[in-house]
């Protein structure tokens, strides 16, 4: 399976950005598509998740309500829609796959992205906020 992401950039403060992850060598039937971001000198951090099998979705507390993720089966990609940035969401963005199921919003806010198991990963986007 691979994963590329898009639509990284540089925005201000309060502005918005659309990543992109688009998913080829695999099927996009049952299978959960997270993203991750990781600041410099910081632990990666699972952000959001869906399941392609019935577009179920996971997020994290700290993007909760702000981001929205998505997904168009026919085009085998996912996206996440950010809105209010922050500079602290400046960091490298990684979608991933994994069979099925997505983790749940408290795995998600509660474990180390590290400990979240995926098994495909892309090479990321980066997202910097400005102030």
């Known amino acids: 399976v691979q994963l590329v992401e898009s639509g990284g950039g540089l925005v201000q403060v309060g502005g918005s950005l659309r990543l992109s992850c688009t998913v080829t060598?695999?099927?996009?039937?049952?299978?959960?598509i997270g993203w991750f971001r990781q600041a410099p000198g910081k632990e990666r951090e699972g952000l959001s998740c869906?399941?392609?099998?019935?577009?179920?979705?996971t997020y994290s507390d700290s993007v909760k309500g702000r981001f929205t993720i998505s997904s168009v089966n026919a085009k085998n990609t996912v996206y996440l829609q950010m809105n209010s940035l922050r500079p602290e969401d400046s960091a490298t963005y990684y979608c991933?796959?994994?069979?099925?199921?997505?983790?749940?919003?408290?795995?998600?806010?509660?474990?180390?992205?590290?400990?979240?198991?995926?098994?495909?990963w892309g090479e990321g986007t980066l997202v910097t906020v400005s102030s």
């Open positions: 869906i399941e392609s099998s019935d577009g179920s979705t």
């Open positions: 991933a796959a994994k069979p099925r199921f997505c983790y749940s919003d408290y795995q998600l806010t509660h474990t180390q992205g590290k400990y979240l198991r995926f098994d495909s």
């Open positions: 060598g695999s099927s996009f039937d049952d299978i959960a």
